[in-house]
């Protein structure tokens, strides 16, 4: 009986330390459980703040989507409009204003920049033509015969020239024929 007594009392003792251990698993589950709630409820107090400052600014949006429908189709804001709403609904025309005005800049930059170059190119053919005068002759016309056209100028072009010409297919033609 004293083998059956002493497995009792082990079997008792690691009980209770199961016990204990299960209390503690519980108790900390418990704690956890506890600190997510109280987390949950300020985020959620949190995110009600915000959605009501939301509902709040919904009103001056949907007046600032009516000003500019208004301003699209022709009609001035209305004075007693809010400031934000006036001053929302003239960005359009202002920008456009701005970008009016960079357009007409930008084209008398570039007709002054082709003026200057044509200007600085009549002054080199006039200085060219005055102390050069041999250097002004006119360029050889080319003239087209049989359809093939002859290109002078440089060797690349030249070469170009030879691929396309049916003549030069001719010959290759021939020469892979002779192969």
Known sequence: MNIAVAANATLAMLGQ?????????????????VAFNAL???A??????????IKMLRPTVESINKASESVSQGVAPAAHEN????TAVSLPTTIHAIDKKVEQSTHRVVNAVIEFRARTVQVKTVVKAFFLPGLMRPKPVTSATNGVLEIKGSPSWQIIGEQS??????????VGSTQ
């Open 17 to 33: 330390m199961a016990a204990i251990v299960i209390c503690l698993f519980v108790l900390i589950f418990v704690l956890l459980a």
């Open 40 to 42: 949950m409820a300020f």
């Open 44 to 53: 959620m107090a949190w995110v009600h703040e915000k959605v009501e400052l």
């Open 83 to 86: 400031a934000i709403v006036r």
């Open 165 to 174: 010409s049916p003549h030069a297919e001719e010959a290759t033609a021939h």
